[in-house]
Nanobody, 120 residues
Framework: QVQLVESGGGLVQAGGSLRLSCAAS????????MNWYRQAPGKQRELVAG???????NYADSVKGRFTISRDNAKNTVYLQMNSLKPEDTAVYYC??????????????WGQGTQVTVSS
C-alpha cells in the first residue's frame, strides 16, 4: 500500500504565495508521474500541473508563469509553489502519483486534499 500526506494549504491574500507538499510512503519501488489537481466548489476536478520521472513539466494555462511544480525523488515528495495567487485559485488541491510497487504493479494514488483559500 501507498500513503500520501499533503500539507501547506491555508488562507492567503490575493498576490500572496503558498507551497504545497505531498509526501508518499509505503511499497514504492519507483514513481512515474506526479500531478497536482484542484477542485473548486461546484466545479469538476482539473489538472493544475504535472511532472514526469525525467522532470518534464506541464501546466494548466490558468497557472502558467505563477505556479511551479517540482519533485524530490529521494523523499518521494512533490511540491507546488504557488505565487501571485488569485481568488479564482481557491479550491481543494489534491496530489496524484503513479507508483510502481515492490509487488510489481502500477497504481495511481491520491492525497487527502488540502484547502487553499485566496481572499480578495
Amino acid at each position: 500500500q501507498v500513503q500520501l500526506v499533503e500539507s501547506g494549504g491555508g488562507l492567503v491574500q490575493a498576490g500572496g504565495s503558498l507551497r504545497l507538499s505531498c509526501a508518499a510512503s509505503g511499497s514504492i519501488f519507483s514513481i512515474n508521474v506526479m500531478n497536482w489537481y484542484r477542485q473548486a466548489p461546484g466545479k469538476q476536478r482539473e489538472l493544475v500541473a504535472g511532472i514526469g520521472s525525467g522532470s518534464s513539466t506541464n501546466y494548466a494555462d490558468s497557472v502558467k508563469g505563477r505556479f511551479t511544480i517540482s519533485r524530490d525523488n529521494a523523499k518521494n515528495t512533490v511540491y507546488l509553489q504557488m505565487n501571485s495567487l488569485k481568488p479564482e485559485d481557491t479550491a481543494v488541491y489534491y496530489c496524484k502519483i503513479t507508483v510502481y510497487s515492490y509487488s510489481g504493479t502500477w497504481g495511481d494514488y491520491w492525497g487527502q486534499g488540502t484547502q487553499v483559500t485566496v481572499s480578495s
